[in-house]
DNA sequence: TTGTAAGCGTTATCAG
DNA sequence: CTGATAACGCTTACAA
């Protein structure tokens, strides 16, 4: 290799790849003019927008964005914060958002806080640190301390997944408890009466949603806290089969199951084979979030659809508008839920035996 | 507020937040003992370090790793390059990955490539440019030009998912060649012949599982292309079911199925049940993966579990062992897979009618 | 519209 | 073991 024209004696630390200065001395014009057709070709005059993008292609460059967080204080990266990664809801979210951020320079960073608050804050503190263009968490119950952060964090901030009436800076989700009053009262319609409550997790939305139910309960008259069954425990298949088994062990009465979510209805339908309790005739269900499989289980199960994905999109649309200095009409977005109604909890169908 | 004191005529634009600088001040240090002081505290007498981390409290000092990434040409950012999100399997390995990393510094970013070879070349562009520490990708079939890029990425490269003769740097993962011998062989042995394939997505992967299949289909002397069913169309319950009924009304005769992922099986059975066709006792039936859900199905569905919890961590462990110096015995790690035989394989079980 | 100079906060270098 | 100094590559502030 031939010695760099301008080696010192100092040793220089470049990493060999062209910078801004080597592609502004290639275009002949100065460093700054190249950082700004990069980021706002608009205010560049043509002529040189030509000359420094050939020169960029000739080179291959690749704009550093190390040193561009440094010297701007803000990194190309969106924090994510969600609770959980194996929970098929999040996932959706998290794609959503990848979605919405295609052909965007922002990168997205995400940490799984394991539904817990100390976790959450330490990550969230981790991710401040790097000065991120905008931020997402999950649920509207940060901590105080938590709260402060996200106030303080000088970037756009959106909570998603619920909505509530005090948001940080920016929401968008749905009511949990109305969705579960919505599915608890398509079940009393239905007819039934002695409806048992499965929950697993039991993070802060789940509890609304069992807010939901009671509400229905009480008004309808059939409230017993026996109907109610629900765990810590991480949410799954296996883990609705269990709650089934001691539900209908401690209330063998029941006729009409609802639960937290899909997973456990899957386990619930699974168990209630098993046991030979034909679903709906003996036992109508209904699940929570809408996965896929509802629709084409045997029977097919009823479910309240949420709008996972589009809370990703959604959520990444308004960071990026923030940025775009556009305030929202609205800062809390309610994008509701479908309650979509299936043969789990259709008595007159041909299931019935 | 009061003017700094060695405010000049000159703007500054520091954020207010506490800086190396500040803290070596506090401790009557220099700057870079700091730096030494946080990233190997042995090479810093036991007296600073304790003056250095009372002033880091005192101030409440966060490194700024824009900065570091910077100087160092090094971003603390482990990249990970995953096909898909939706996929239950990919969302686990991330989950290992991430539980390999609490305690670390490292953050990992990680993207989706959507299947695409165009778009994983593209987002490794964009992950290189912040020079990360580590890369995990998923599978062995880059792309000559992105392969060439990994090759000259400068940091630990883990290839996941799956095993082959030519690593990049590291590989971790199983042969999904063998995986789809192992569960064909076990229908052979379970008396099956005229067994069918059922595939969704089609990547290299699944390819792989299917030529397992073909292997073993060939040995035993069945082998029929009629009896393979696949689609290019992502993987799902439902498409699961519509693969079914193709190859059904394709062969009628089939007295099994090997689903190339547990979605497809799960898919099977509710369709064989809307059917009336009894699983084990008119199909047989076999999954890819082991969700969780396989065990607690009814009939329970054999499968083939897979390890992708583990892969997930050992990438990253591979990734921190390279990064501390440690080159590894093995560069190409095999975590191999287990069958897991359940009911959907079982034909002299209670289940049959 | 363009450029100059100064900084962003950290780490590599090299001398002590 | 410690520290002064010069990078790292980009953007802000200000002037032309």
Known sequence: MVETSDAKNRARRSSGRPTLADVARRAGVGTITV????RDPKRVSVERRDRIFTAIDDLGYVLNPNASAL???RAAVIGVLVPSLTNNVFAEVLRGIHDGLRDSRLQIQFANTHYSDVEEERLLRVFLSQHPSGLIVSGIDQTPATRTLLEKAGCPVVQIMEIGPDPVD???GFSHFEGGRTVTQHLVDAGCRRIGFLGARMDPRSHRRLSGYKAVMEAAGCFDPAFITTTTLPSSVSIG???FRMAYAKTPNIDALVCNNDDLAMG???ACQRASLPVPARISLAGFN??????V?????TSIRTPRFEIGRQAIAMVQAALA?????NAIVDLGFELKIRESTTRSNILNR
Chains 1, 2 share one sequence.
């Open 241 to 243: 089969g269990d709650l």
């Open 290 to 295: 809408d996965l896929e499989m509802m629709a």
């Open 325 to 329: 200095g556009e305030r929202p009409a």
């Open 35 to 38: 950082s700004r057709a990069l």
């Open 297 to 301: 289980a045997f029977p097919s199960i």
């Open 71 to 73: 010297a701007s204080a």
């Open 268 to 270: 619930v339908l699974f």
């Open 170 to 172: 920016m929401m968008v």
